[in-house]
């Protein structure tokens, strides 16, 4: 009975930059935690990022040193910053939030890497 809702993704030259926002419709704090995953056409979904409740994060390692993953609690949001955009994080973006062992998600925001 969770609403994820992602925005953001685009089309976008590598090396460049997208920002994914994705609009909870509860409290965020409700959540043990959040993250982006990702899926391209014919492949597993993978995990790109996390933030649980304490902050913590956790970064795929195709990612890492590229993407940040942040939460803003006063307004029901987690976002993600990607940089030095490659070809292949071409994917379907998709939110998810975690309570207990139940994981909602959100339809998804297509990003394509392209020159």
């Known amino acids: 009975q969770v609403q994820l809702v992602e925005s953001g993704g685009g089309l976008v030259q590598p090396g460049g930059s997208l920002r994914l926002s994705c609009a909870s419709s509860?409290?965020?704090?409700?959540?043990?935690?959040m993250g982006w995953y990702r899926q391209a056409p014919g492949k597993q979904r993978e995990l790109v990022a996390t933030?649980?409740?304490?902050?913590?994060?956790n970064y795929a390692d195709s990612v890492k040193g590229r993407f940040t993953i942040s939460r803003d609690n006063a307004v029901n949001t987690v976002a993600l910053q990607m940089n030095a955009l490659k070809p292949e994080d071409t994917a379907i973006y998709y939110c998810?939030?975690?309570?207990?062992?139940?994981?909602?998600w959100g339809p998804g925001t297509q990003v394509t890497v392209s020159s």
């Open positions: 998810n939030a975690r309570i207990l062992r139940t994981n909602n």
């Open positions: 509860r409290n965020i704090f409700d959540f043990n935690s």
């Open positions: 933030i649980n409740v304490g902050g913590v994060t």
